[in-house]
């Protein structure tokens, strides 16, 4: 996150990462401070703090100056074990510290200190400051490789070396005779946001200091995170009530209201406690590491709510079945970018933050392999269903057949399994990876018409073209029945006691098939029969001669 620049005392402080050449100075402004030994490192390093405390003190200020000297000063440390969303102001704290800590004893003599040549001839890789815990080490696997530096457990402890020598004397300086140094003025000191009347007034007792922060800024603290989590729920509560005011619903703006909220007031917070109340050290770094991980849920919650957005808009804006392969695909495709985007975030907070995420990841891809094994049957059917969206053997509301002759209308494709409701009501679910490997008939494509064949035989005799336009008049008069193509009547055979007639004709839909044949059929009986037209029906004649019926006869009676 990208933190403005605000000038309050000290505002240096703040960014330690703008480049030097902006800044008027009499140094060479891209040269960087000698680190080559850690005699050279000690001496760059109390130069550029006696500077910083020169020109503070100065009448005529210079802010730009002192960020240059605090930046150079802050090059002869480590600092590759903070996170960086701590960086900034780690980097000054550990300036101010370390100076604080070097002003209460004295300093070995330089000609103590191993130079180049020492480095070159003993090999050596660190120095401790005599009769202390603080390490100046050689640099390696780094971009500053062969730098020696103060390392990163120097680092990491001198708040605790501040905490034991704090309450020492400062030592006789060449600087000032009444020399202090500038770390309690600057984490006791505030933003440009509170005047400093307001400050000047507050009682004694609000200007002590616990745990390295006056209890104004306890207060202030506690004030400003209750504040926060009370907008955050009065917006919480507005993003619940808040209805669609357009005639298009479909694209529910409003659900980002909560979550840019949330980011917002978080990037906020984070500025008034680090830039304006100035709290510092362990106290600022689990407030910071906290505001950045809400930072980074919200970010999520956004990701995810706008990918749901753009999703359900695009699905109903494009009036799209819900329940059909596109739909699916859309949903897919939005899904997958929401977790790309989502993987990216994490995986940069997860740098961000300090967390090897390297390995995190390594460990995670094993963890897939041994899952994608285990689920293969999850991933056949959806390839399956990837491949049915780009064959399109048939589409939501289409109706199949099926090779074990299921018929029936598809309800829902989707991405695992196929939904298939049959005539008799019965939802069937069949998985993506059987479906995509057996004989489907679909009915309704090319055209979602059916063709209905209606056999009737009539009577020897009868009126043959009367015959062919009433079965045409009884199609023509169906509702279920299309215009187009046009119904037909063919004479197929005579048969053995019948003329044999087939009226053809289409359904609307594959699933009206039986309704057009039972109504047609129903209304061609009562036709042909208010007409005189004789369907006829097979007939046997028995005939029986006398001797046969007496021997039945004596059989009986027997």
């Not at 330089?110 to 080490?137: A, C, F, Q, Y």
């Not at 406690?273 to 950045?292: D, W």
């Not at 004989?439 to 015959?467: C, M, W």
Request: net charge negative; proline share 5%; charged share 20%.
């Amino acid at each position: 996150m990208i933190r403005s620049v605000k000038y309050l005392f000290l505002s240096i402080v703040l960014i330690m990462l703008i480049p030097s050449v902006l800044f008027a100075s009499t140094m060479f402004p891209l040269e960087p401070p000698d680190t080559s030994s850690p005699r050279a490192t000690l001496k760059s390093f109390i130069h550029y703090t006696n500077e910083v405390y020169l020109v503070a003190s100065s009448p005529n200020e210079d802010f730009k100056l002192e960020l240059e000297y605090l930046q150079r000063a802050a090059r002869c440390f480590d600092f590759s074990k903070v996170p960086p969303t701590l960086l900034s102001d780690v980097s000054v704290e550990s300036v101010l510290r370390l100076r604080e800590i070097l002003d209460r004893f004295d300093l070995p003599d330089m000609n103590d200190v191993p130079d180049k040549e020492d480095v070159k001839s003993t090999g050596i890789e660190k120095w401790r400051m005599p009769h202390t815990e603080l390490v100046i080490g050689k640099v390696v696997n780094s971009p500053r490789s062969g730098s020696f530096l103060f390392t990163p457990e120097t680092v990491s402890r001198l708040e605790e070396f501040y905490n034991e020598i704090r309450e020492l004397p400062y030592k006789k300086s060449d600087l000032d005779e009444n020399y202090h140094g500038l770390y309690e003025q600057y984490i006791y000191s505030s933003g440009w946001m509170i005047p400093d009347g307001f400050l000047s007034d507050l009682p004694a007792w609000m200007k002590r200091g616990y745990f390295g922060q006056a209890v104004w800024q306890w207060a202030g603290l506690f004030l400003l995170l209750g504040a926060g989590l009370f907008l955050l729920w009065v917006m919480w509560l507005i993003n619940k009530r808040m209805k669609c005011r357009f005639d298009d619903c479909s694209w529910e703006i409003g659900r980002l209201l909560f979550p840019f909220s949330g980011m917002f007031m978080c990037a906020f917070l984070e500025y008034l406690i680090a830039r304006q109340i100035n709290i510092t050290g362990q106290v600022l770094a689990v407030f910071i590491m906290g505001l950045e991980a809400a930072f980074l849920i919200f970010s999520g919650i956004a990701i995810i709510v706008t990918g749901n957005v753009i999703m359900h808009g695009i699905i109903a804006s494009s009036k799209i079945n819900e329940e059909a392969l596109d739909a699916d695909v859309i949903k897919l495709v939005v899904r997958l970018v929401t977790f790309f985007l989502v993987f990216i975030l994490f995986y940069n907070a997860g740098s961000y933050f300090g967390v090897p995420v390297t390995a995190v990841f390594a460990s995670a891809g094993i963890a897939g392999v041994a899952v994608a094994l285990a689920a293969r049957e999850t991933l056949a059917n959806f390839f399956g269903g990837v491949s049915i969206f780009l064959d399109r053997p048939f589409r939501a509301g289409d109706y199949i057949v099926l090779e074990s002759g299921e018929r029936g209308e598809v309800k829902a494709v989707g991405m695992r399994s196929t939904r298939l409701l049959t005539r008799d009501d019965i939802l069937i679910t069949i998985p993506n990876s059987v479906i995509t490997n057996v004989k489907i008939t679909n009915q309704s494509l090319p055209e979602p018409h059916f063709r209905v064949r209606i056999k009737i035989g009539v009577a020897y005799g009868s009126d043959v073209d009367k015959v062919e336009a009433l079965l045409l008049e009884e199609a023509h008069k169906n509702a279920l029945v299309v215009d187009s193509p046009a119904p037909r009547v063919r004479f197929r055979a005579f048969g053995d006691s019948s003329l044999e007639y087939e009226l053809l004709c289409w359904a609307d839909h594959p699933q009206n098939r039986g309704r057009v044949v039972h109504e047609i059929s129903r209304d061609i009986y009562k036709k042909f029969n208010a007409e005189g037209i004789l369907i006829p029906f097979p007939q046997r004649d028995v005939h029986l001669h006398a001797t046969d019926w007496n021997s039945l006869k004596e059989k009986d009676e027997v």
